[in-house]
């Protein structure tokens, strides 16, 4: 033990060691959670049979399958087409146009004029296509017909024409719409040879009005495409059973999901490396902020590592036990113990943290028969039952409760057991349930024993004085507490005044209270040796005026000695022992000082100080202040609201000027603050009384 306490004092400046330190938690960690991230895989071949059941260990699109189906669906999808409504409009135009060419060809000829002439005549009008889609005898009989025949031919045409047009035509049923025009123009009043020139004429007009649309098209396939589900290999799914034939299609999803021995990755490893850092970020950031008073950082750092690597390595050593398939020893594991040990030796904010980062890691090792890389269940679990631990142990901080926060995780552990059960509407019998409670038990109260027994280990290897630590100290049953009460008890309730008093100030400036209170207790206790040669414990005769001011002094300037070899002999925390030895600095006993002036003439000053050292810190800075106003307020013979501040403000100028404080940091403000909170004490005690008419006429009858 003492060892380490040499190791952790020489490495406590080391500049970089916060990092140095994370660095390998974070690589403990790593390797910790190292196994429970590696991919379990196969080494199965195409075309065999498998030996096992094996279930997709991820959520995964295949996508291979997944575009596969929508191009079906694409494929599936009929062109589109659009009807054109204007293609109407333009063969009855057309229509009428040629009637309208035969009627100009008529008016321009004379009667003379040959069918030759006139037929020569039209074909220069016309277009080629057109005019040689019908026949020269059909085209004489159009030019041929009377001007009322031809009328009745063109309306018929282009009624025609429109109606059939006015429906979709596509290529295919081209043909039929030809014949139904055909048959519209049947039965018109003209002679037959005038309405076989119109049938082939309203032939020639109808053509398809439907065309390929290729952006609908498009579209539409798209859509088709787009309500194609993506094609999921899940979670936990079967993908191949026992004793099935490993066909390409299983093969590709093994390889997919990465069970293939040849398929390689260390993508999940990048992930857990990421994953690890970021999860103990939060915690070297309360670090780099956090500033202890008594100790340097790296200390307590230390201890944090220490009680996170042990809790860490006792949660990876139970979850091997997962290897004989009891995959629920996650309910075992005495996680609070990590939280507890925190919340004593920290504060309850970094217990809470830390033991998040417990319940992440846990879900994380305990995910054996779990698909998957976290165990949620394990989680919530650890989770809650870190939290219990916490939580209880808010400001009762005594080893006896530490008992009871144990038993009190036992119940909350047994409790989110049953809880876990019901949602996961497992179906386990009364034996399975009761075998859970057996081990929520154990764990809570296997974590109050672990904390217990380690707890001293690490105050007393790191040297880190806890509050608990401090509460036990502050119990008058101590049996210095005890001897200071039976052999000085002037000593006593003077130092249960400077306890009041210094707690009081160090809470006003944001110091150790506690610490302070505690240390108040103890810091005269070097007094017990000669109680008689100190004023608060003498009845009668005082010893002094019997002696010489150089012998008085020494043995008043001896209880400090006296004292820190008291608690040194005991084993007290340093920061006890380090305030009674501070807590008169290098003050000038005044009183045998000016004694030995007047019997002497000549006496150096030096001969009649303490021999310190000044008070280090705060604490020790405000009980050497409350130590001697105590005192001095004492011997006033008539207290008051004034004379009490003109004492306390006197005695913190005396300290200054004498450079009392030059080696702790506490501050002018800090000084203003303290003397307030001594001055509302002290007028608390010393305050005025009623004088009672009895008390009155008891006093008249003795005068």
Not at 326 to 347: C, E, H, K, S, W
Not at 403 to 424: E, P, R
Not at 470 to 487: D, G
Not at 607 to 632: C, L, N
Request: charged share 20%; aromatic share 8%; glycine share 4%.
């Amino acid at each position: 033990m003492k060892r380490i306490g040499s190791a952790v004092k020489n490495m406590k400046h080391a500049r970089f060691l916060p990092y140095t330190m994370f660095g390998l938690l974070a690589l403990l960690t790593f390797v910790l959670l190292y196994h429970h991230v590696k991919p379990e895989q196969y080494n199965i071949q195409l075309f065999e049979i498998s030996k096992e059941t094996i279930r997709s260990p991820i959520t995964i699109e295949d996508e291979e399958k997944t575009e596969k189906m929508r191009r079906e669906a694409a494929d599936r999808v009929a062109d589109v087409y659009t009807l054109k409504k204007e293609y109407a409009e333009n063969r009855v135009d057309l229509i009428s146009s040629i009637f309208n060419t035969i009627s100009e060809v008529q008016e321009e000829t004379e009667t003379s004029t040959t069918h030759l002439e006139k037929l020569q005549k039209l074909k220069e009008k016309l277009p080629s296509d057109l005019y040689t889609h019908l026949s020269e005898t059909q085209w004489n009989s159009l030019l041929t017909a009377e001007p009322s025949n031809l009328q009745l031919a063109k309306e018929a045409t282009v009624t025609a024409v429109n109606t059939i047009m006015s429906e979709r035509i596509t290529s295919k049923d081209l043909d039929y719409a030809k014949m139904r025009v055909g048959n519209e123009l049947k039965y018109v009043i003209v002679n037959n040879k005038l309405k076989d020139a119109v049938v082939q004429l309203a032939r020639y007009a109808i053509i398809p009005n439907v065309i390929y649309d290729k952006a609908a098209t498009e579209e539409k396939r798209r859509q088709a495409m787009d309500e194609v589900k993506p094609v999921k290999i899940l979670q936990g799914q079967i993908i191949v059973e026992e004793g099935q034939f490993i066909t390409n299609e299983i093969y590709k999803q093994l390889k997919l999901v990465g069970l293939l021995e040849s398929e390689k990755t260390i993508q999940p490893f990048i992930g857990l490396g990421i994953f690890v850092i970021l999860l103990l970020t939060p915690i070297l950031y309360y670090f780099w902020r956090f500033k202890p008073e008594n100790h340097h950082r790296n200390v307590y750092l230390f201890v944090y590592v220490t009680i996170f690597t042990i809790t860490l390595i006792m949660m990876k050593l139970i979850s091997l036990l997962q290897e004989i398939d009891l995959t629920d020893v996650a309910y075992v594991v005495p996680v609070a113990v990590g939280t507890i040990l925190i919340r004593i030796l920290f504060n309850e904010q970094l217990a809470v943290v830390t033991n998040i980062v417990y319940a992440i890691c846990g879900s994380i090792m305990f995910n054996e028969g779990i698909t998957g890389t976290f165990n949620y269940s394990a989680g919530v679990y650890l989770l809650a039952s870190g939290l219990a631990g916490a939580v209880f142990l808010n400001k009762q901080l005594q080893k006896a409760k530490v008992l009871q926060a144990g038993l009190f995780v036992s119940l909350v552990n047994t409790v989110m057991i049953i809880a876990i059960v019901f949602m996961n509407n497992g179906h386990y019998s009364l034996i399975e349930i009761g075998i859970f409670v057996m081990m929520a038990i154990i764990s809570g109260i296997f974590s109050s024993v672990l904390t217990i027994g380690l707890l001293p280990f690490l105050e007393a290897g790191f040297g880190i004085l806890s509050s608990m630590k401090l509460i036990e100290l502050s119990n008058p049953n101590h049996p210095l507490l005890r001897k200071i009460l039976t052999e000085s008890p002037g000593t006593y309730h003077h130092s249960l005044m400077v306890a009041n008093l210094s707690e009081g100030a160090c809470e006003a400036i944001g110091a150790n209270g506690l610490l302070a209170r505690v240390a108040a207790y103890y810091h005269d206790i070097g007094k017990t040796k000669r109680p008689r040669y100190f004023i608060e414990n003498q009845i009668g005769d005082n010893p002094h005026d019997h002696l010489s001011p150089q012998l008085s002094k020494n043995i008043i300037i001896a209880h400090v000695a006296d004292g820190v070899a008291m608690l040194k002999k005991h084993k007290m925390p340093k920061e006890i022992i380090d305030i009674a030895e501070q807590h008169h600095g290098t003050t000038l006993l005044k009183y045998f000082y000016h004694k030995a002036k007047q019997q002497s003439g000549y006496v150096s000053e030096e001969e009649f100080r303490y021999p310190g050292p000044k008070p280090q810190t705060k604490e020790a800075a405000i009980i050497s202040i409350a130590d001697s106003v105590e005192a001095a307020v004492r011997s006033l013979s008539n207290p008051s609201q004034e004379k009490i501040e003109k004492v306390v403000r006197g005695i913190i100028a005396d300290r200054l000027q004498d450079n009392q404080f030059n080696e702790c940091n506490i501050t002018l403000k800090e000084l203003e603050l303290v003397a307030q909170s001594l001055c509302e004490t002290l007028n608390g005690v010393f305050h005025s009384r009623i004088e009672y008419p009895e008390i009155r006429k008891e006093k008249v009858k003795q005068a």
